[in-house]
């Protein structure tokens, strides 16, 4: 209440941040009256001037109201003229209007614009990337995909060589030296992803000239909502294939699908149990019998079609609480071989289950305690240290196949019972298709992790890939943020302004439109069942066909449009379907979409980058009245004879079939009607058997529909219920956000450290001379090896002074003579100086064995090498660790720092590693020469969830044969001192 009575005063945030910018819109559209008398020459000549007055001194800001205003007279001369864009010739028609140029203030600013369907997006963004584009040092337009990429940098493309700069665009399939020539453009379009891997491999390249990226000083995004929330809750991956495949997805499928069948079985079992208690009047027991089956089959169609009648609902729902509060829920999942938490997107196997999965090896399920077992190991007296190594090396494997067998089973049932086929993904030639939920597309190449896309393999009987194994990894949060500047813009970023805040520091500000939006959107209506949904959503298309009206029905899976298609072409009635198996005309069905009578089912609208015009005899009257009428031209005549308020007569109308768990998308898809003030309406039809109303809000709408008696075929419609859901949303929303923020915290932990790495590869790839840098790690190693075999505590008579020597000898192939090192206690000092006058005399020697030049290419050679190795293990353990660092949780410690801790101390352990080895290749390499290690071959570009960049094994050289077998941790017969499973071990 107060705070809307301080909005009545001040005005909301959207009217402030509009109003601050409105006096640089009017200096702008003076300065732009006068440009008109500019020939193209002087015009054109401007952006040499800007540059020369930003060397004086000048600031982009100072230069914004005149470089924007270059832009919108370079548009206007471009009036009429006609282009090629990706194959289909264009006319251009646009010059910015007062909206758009307050878009553009918004995003020089760095902050977030949103702006409605149909306002034009692509146009603000040239003006905000002139500007920046003249310091010279490249500005990124990142899209959703290479189509728009392409699209938008040759529509775009004109306005900036008119100006002289160049412009560049990144696509999928080119090679480094086409993508360092697009990158040294001032202006580069290309794909979040494009981009996010351009920089993993930037990392990855043994030559400078390699490297294709030439920093990140200023980007903009489009469908930032897109790009930085949907796809931040999974990282970018390259990967190559792992040495050695460990999955028993093949072998432990037909006892998990036998497990499923069980299940099922049992399941209808219950229900038809609870229907029978229920028929007797016994309503506690049979709820207890359908919340067993609820936590055993959710999507059971029995106990779904159970749940629609009255009261079964709020009976499961009451029976839930009550044992969740006394604690009790284990009691219920007892009965079942497992249990599902849809929830939580997870599965817990049950004792009935393990017994049925492995009824004789029943200790295949216990994972040995590592910690006490390694104890009981050490403190044996009677083993020798041998035995004791063979006895860890076994202790190890045996918990490595256990943990293995059991994530593979895990991820078996999630497979069959998490994930719907032709829902989450498609099955085409042979391969499974993971169908991006939030834009309908298939994503080709992009791979489920943690093994789930092999479990679904295994489910539906195709070949399963191979394991692969992370090489360099980032999140597409930890990538923007790299950027000096960021700004973002969408239809749709309102709900989420308080993640961009949080995560990246970017405000939302709310343009307004250039006319009033004239789309009426109405209560959502809702039904007991999806059949009596589908068969509404029919008939009002069929109506709306009738009248002439466009339709465009929404849906959120693939399942859904084609059943909704094959409904329609019962009913005789024709349509097109845009969805992941008909996603090639995207383009062309969009731009058809308004034509009058065209009847569209589309799996999602977000970031299809074509608006959808209305065709001729669509709208009865160019002089519409709804919501505002119109500033100046004659008035629609029909207003009050159709009531068009009631039921708007014209313009595209919006059918959503279920609502999508982010508001966005929704959102979105309402946004496709009513673009520049053009009239349309939106309506979405639910069912109580929705994914979100099922899980989150059909209990207290269910009561309701009890209470009214509302009979099978009856709606109900009212805004309180609109409400009631947007609050699920909201509630799923938060969850969404929270596993995000969850994400980032973790990969944060890996990027400091990231940057460090990458920080060190860089400084090897471009110093021409690391000798500074071989001396420091000298004199690290040099204190660290001391400090373990000498204590200054203690009198130089006690140090370790032969095992000191064995490992300088190992290390630096140098033998150091200590004489008699007397003295006193801590007086360490002079035994440094000893080893370091050592160890650079023998480096001295290396120099001259080798010759300066080829002793500064090995070691630069052998940083990038020692470097590259070290950090794809190091990923691989941090990968290990935060597997199982959630079980920490158990122990009444928080997982986070767990974490944190244990990722610091590795690092360590990585650096002082990494020094060791690169001094070891420096002293011990054989004279011959030195090529560089080949980059791994990229095959192709994939989806983030699952990036794969398969590279050939390299060539292993003939394992050495030894006349025992060699343990794990024993060292390695060929004389280099590591340990043999980090050594020839890793080949065999």
């Keep these: 209440m107060f705070g809307n009575v301080l909005t009545k005063i001040f005005g909301s945030k959207q009217e402030r941040d509009v109003k601050k910018i409105l006096p640089l819109v009017e200096e702008i559209n003076s300065i732009y009256d ?35 205003a270059v832009v919108k007279e370079t548009c206007r001369r471009l009036l009429g003229k006609r282009w090629d864009v990706s194959g289909i010739e264009i006319e251009w028609d646009m010059v910015p209007f007062d909206v758009q140029l307050i878009g553009a203030v918004v995003l020089h600013q760095g902050k977030i614009a949103e702006m409605a369907t149909g306002e034009g997006k692509t146009l603000v963004a040239t003006m905000p990337i002139y500007l920046n584009a003249l310091t010279g040092k490249g500005v990124h337009l990142v899209t959703v995909n290479d189509y728009l990429a392409r699209r938008d940098a040759q529509w775009m493309g004109k306005i900036y060589e008119f100006l002289g700069l ?73 990967s190559g294939p792992v040495s050695v495949s460990t999955h028993r997805y093949d072998e432990l499928h037909p006892q998990v699908r036998e497990l499923v069948r069980k299940q099922t079985a049992l399941v209808n079992r219950m229900v038809a149990e609870g229907e029978e208690l229920l028929r007797q009047g016994k309503d506690y027991e049979a709820g207890i019998k359908l919340l067993a089956a609820s936590r055993g089959a959710p999507k059971n169609k029995r106990l779904m079609k159970l749940q629609k009648e009255q009261g079964v609902k709020k009976l499961i729902s009451r029976v839930e609480n009550d044992y969740l509060r006394d604690k009790r829920m284990g009691e219920i999942d007892e009965q079942l071989y497992y249990s599902i938490d849809e929830r939580e997107n997870s599965i817990n196997l049950m004792e009935k289950g393990i017994q049925l999965l492995t009824p004789k090896q029943r200790e295949l399920f216990v994972l040995p305690d590592l910690s006490v077992e390694i104890h009981r190991i050490d403190s044996d007296g009677s083993l020798s240290k041998t035995e004791k190594e063979r006895q860890k ?28 086929k032709d829902v989450d993904y498609v099955v085409q030639e042979g391969k499974v298709l993971i169908v991006d939920e939030f834009t309908g597309r298939l994503l080709p190449g992009r791979r489920y992790s943690d093994g789930l896309h092999q479990a679904l393999e295994a489910k539906e009987g195709v070949r399963i890939e191979r394991e692969t194994q992370t090489l360099a990894t980032i999140t597409l949060q930890n990538y923007f943020r790299l950027y000096e500047k960021l700004a973002g813009m969408t239809g749709t970023a309102e709900t989420e302004a308080s993640e961009f805040w949080e995560i990246y520091k970017l405000d939302v500000v709310v343009i307004p439109t250039n006319e ?8 959502d209506v809702i039904f007991r069942t999806k059949r009596e949904k589908y068969n509404a959503i029919i008939e009002e298309v069929a109506k709306l066909h009738e009248q002439g009206h466009p339709v465009l029905v929404g849906t959120v899976s693939v399942e859904v449009s084609e059943t909704l298609s094959r409904m329609l072409r019962h009913r005789g009635i024709p349509h ?16 058809l979409a308004g034509q009058k009578g065209a009847v569209t089912i589309a799996t999602n609208m977000a970031g299809r980058g074509t608006d959808i015009k209305l065709g001729p005899g669509v709208v009865r009257h160019p002089g519409c009245r709804l919501v505002a009428p119109p500033e100046e031209g004659e008035l629609c005549p029909h207003y009050e004879e159709l009531k068009c308020w009631e039921d708007v007569p014209c ?4 059918i959503g079939t279920e609502r999508h768990e982010a508001r966005r998308i929704d959102r979105q898809l309402r946004g496709r009607s009513g673009r520049q003030g053009d009239p349309g309406s939106s309506r979405f039809y639910l069912s109580l058997e929705d994914d979100l109303m099922r899980l989150f809000g059909s209990e207290r709408i269910a009561a309701v529909m009890d209470r009214l008696g509302v009979k099978e075929g009856e709606v109900i419609r009212h805004p309180m219920v609109t409400r009631a859901i947007e609050r699920a949303q909201k509630r799923v929303e938060a969850q969404n956000f929270s596993i995000r923020k969850h994400l980032l915290e973790y990969d944060d932990v890996m990027n400091r450290q990231r940057e460090v790495i990458y920080d060190r590869r860089l400084h090897a790839l471009e110093g021409e001379d690391l000798h500074q840098d071989i001396e420091e790690m000298i004199d690290e190693v040099i ?47 002079k035994l440094k100086e000893l080893v370091r006058d050592a160890v650079m005399l023998a480096l001295q020697r290396r120099e001259a064995e080798l010759g300066a030049e080829q002793l500064r290419e090995l070691e630069r050679l052998a940083t990038l090498q020692v470097i590259d190795e070290r950090w794809k293990e190091h990923l691989y353990e941090l990968d290990q660790l935060k597997e199982g660092i959630g079980l920490r949780a158990y ?62 094994a390299p060539d292993a050289p003939a394992p050495i044969r030894v006349k025992k077998k060699v343990g794990r941790n024993d060292p390695c017969p060929c004389g280099s001192g590591k340990k043999y499973k980090n050594c020839c071990g890793r080949l065999v």
């Design 576 to 591: 097109s379907v845009l969805n992941a198996k008909h996603h090639q005309r995207e383009a062309e069905i969009v731009a």
């Design 34 to 68: 006068g440009l008109k008398k500019l020939s193209d020459a002087e015009l054109s000549g401007k952006t040499a001037e800007f540059k020369e007055r930003l060397a004086e001194g000048e600031t982009l800001d100072d230069l914004l109201p005149e470089a924007f």
């Design 516 to 523: 009033p939006v004239r789309r009426i959107d109405y209560d």
């Design 891 to 952: 122990g009444q410690k928080d997982p986070l720092i767990e974490y944190k801790r244990e990722a610091f101390d590795m690092f360590l352990e990585l650096l002082d590693r990494i020094n060791q080895e690169v001094l070891e290749v420096i002293f011990k390499a054989q004279l011959r020469p030195l090529v560089a290690p080949r980059e791994p071959e990229r095959i192709k570009e994939v989806h983030p969830r699952a990036q794969v960049f398969a590279s050939p």
């Design 783 to 829: 204190e660290g090896k001391i400090s373990s075999y000498v204590d200054p505590k203690l009198y130089p008579e006690e140090w370790d002074l032969e095992g000191l020597k064995e490992e300088l000898r190992r290390l630096f192939l140098v033998e150091v003579d200590f004489g008699q090192m007397g003295g006193k206690k801590g007086d360490d000092q």
């Design 651 to 654: 313009g595209l109308r919006i």
């Design 166 to 238: 160049s412009v560049g665009c990144i696509q999928n399939q080119m090679d480094s030296e086409e993508r360092k020539a697009q990158y040294n453009c001032d202006i580069t379009y290309g794909t979040n992803n494009e981009f996010g891997f351009d920089y993993l491999r930037d990392n990855m390249a043994i030559r400078l000239e390699d490297r294709v990226q030439r920093g990140h000083y200023y980007a903009i995004v489009d469908e930032v909502d897109s790009v930085l929330i949907d796809e931040a809750r999974t990282p970018l991956i390259i």
């Design 393 to 420: 090396d076994r202790l190890y494997r045996e918990y490595a196949e256990r943990s293995e067998s059991i994530h593979n089973i895990q991820q078996l049932l999630k497979a069959y019972s998490l994930f719907e």
